[in-house]
């Protein structure tokens, strides 16, 4: 399959369900409960991501990389 992404662990459990609920077999407690945890994990990896890219943005911006100072102008009036 081009162009799609592989399952995580959480995914590829919430698909092996779907697709027993969609055979017509029951599902047990067990299974919803992991279901729910599946979710949660998946959730969990997308704040994490979110984390270490917001920590990424904010080294970025106080590396040194952007400076505080006033322009400097040009005896014609424009900005340096």
Excluded: F, H, R, W
């Amino acid at each position: 399959m081009l162009g799609t992404a592989p399952l995580g662990q959480g995914e590829e459990t919430q698909l092996l369900i779907a697709q027993k609920e969609e055979a017509g077999i029951q599902l047990q407690a067990e299974e919803y409960d992991l279901m729910a945890a599946a979710a949660d994990l998946d959730e969990i990896e997308d704040v994490n991501a979110n984390c270490i890219l917001m920590a990424n943005l904010q080294q970025a911006s106080s590396s040194g990389t952007q400076t505080d100072s006033a322009p400097v102008y040009d005896t014609n009036g424009s900005a340096e």
